[in-house]
């Protein structure tokens, strides 16, 4: 086969989630603030001039808000919705806006691991946010992490993505790279391919974040007709911390055979360690040597 492949397997940062995912990030947050107990927006501390005071009933809203909880409970509770996601995530976005934020981090037996994953960091954070007994930027730091780890857990439940795929002469770092004037290639000559990852999967192993991906090509006339593929190296890898930037670099040789005129070629790179797979494509010309700019 004329067309050959290599790789170049250049740094990269950032990345995702575990097989046990929120166990395996929670080693890496730092001990995050507690958050005090039950707190709702806008209340007061209790008037305590005098042991003869009555506590001040609730807001109209806050009444209604408590209202439309037990009731939420008691429809899960019937057994009729008990398998509600949908439902069960609506309470506990209410229970948050009624300062119960234990309730609202209670597990949903329902919702697979990177759901679950998500859900947690992201009413952490949530709660976090609207703690009215800390400043705004002590509030952000606490939520920072687990909006990000919700992101990476979001990611896993996305599909896998190929993007950004380039012909390029160098390659320094993630999105870093020097492309081709033109995608005016000589038959024969090897050439540099870019790609970036997104909602891959990363397992945390004792010898650090895991990834690996397969990945293929195949070239395609103006018609659509294959005329060249073949197998691209594997690309594994371990990092001292889950990857949010990613990308990988392949060598591939334009075929000898190929006459001059415009051809597509397309990866296809596979996760496998979410045994996923997606593809992208990208448009080239071949032209003798003398066409060439």
């Known amino acids: 086969m004329d067309a050959s492949a290599g790789t170049n397997r250049p740094p990269t940062a950032g990345g995702t989630t575990a097989s046990s995912p929120l166990a395996a990030r929670a080693v890496e947050l730092q001990t995050p603030h507690v958050v005090s107990a039950a707190f709702v927006a806008g209340d007061e501390p209790a008037n305590d001039g005098s042991a003869g005071t009555s506590s001040r009933e609730k807001p109209d809203w806050q009444q209604a808000l408590s209202g439309t909880l037990t009731q939420l409970e008691q429809v899960l509770g019937s057994g009729k919705a008990s398998s509600d996601t949908s439902l069960a995530l609506r309470l506990r976005l209410l229970y948050l806006a009624a300062g119960r934020r234990e309730d609202a981090l209670r597990p949903i037996a329902s919702l697979a691991p990177a759901e679950q994953d998500f859900w947690n960091n992201e009413f952490y954070a949530l709660a976090e946010l609207i703690n009215p007994r ?61 790609a970036e990852l997104e909602n891959f999967q990363s397992r945390s192993t004792p010898r650090g974040w895991h990834t690996s991906f397969r990945a293929r090509y195949q070239i395609l006339d103006a018609s659509g007709k294959r005329v060249a593929h073949g197998d691209l190296p594997r690309t594994e890898e371990y990092c001292a911390h889950p990857r949010r930037d990613y990308f990988v670099c392949y060598f591939v040789t334009i075929p000898s055979r190929l006459y001059d005129g415009r051809y597509t070629l397309e990866l296809a790179v596979e996760d496998a360690l979410g045994n996923e797979l997606a593809t992208a494509t990208i448009d080239f010309a071949v032209v003798d040597k003398a066409d060439r700019p």
Do not use: I, K
Request: hydrophobic share 45%.
């Open 134 to 194: 800390t400043d705004a930027a002590q509030r952000a730091a606490v939520a920072l992490p687990h909006h990000r780890y919700a992101a990476l857990a979001l990611a896993e439940m996305a599909p896998l993505r190929v993007q950004n795929l380039a012909f390029c002469r160098e390659v320094a770092s993630y999105g870093m790279y020097t492309r081709y004037p033109q995608d005016r290639f000589q038959p024969g000559e090897e050439v540099l391919l870019y």
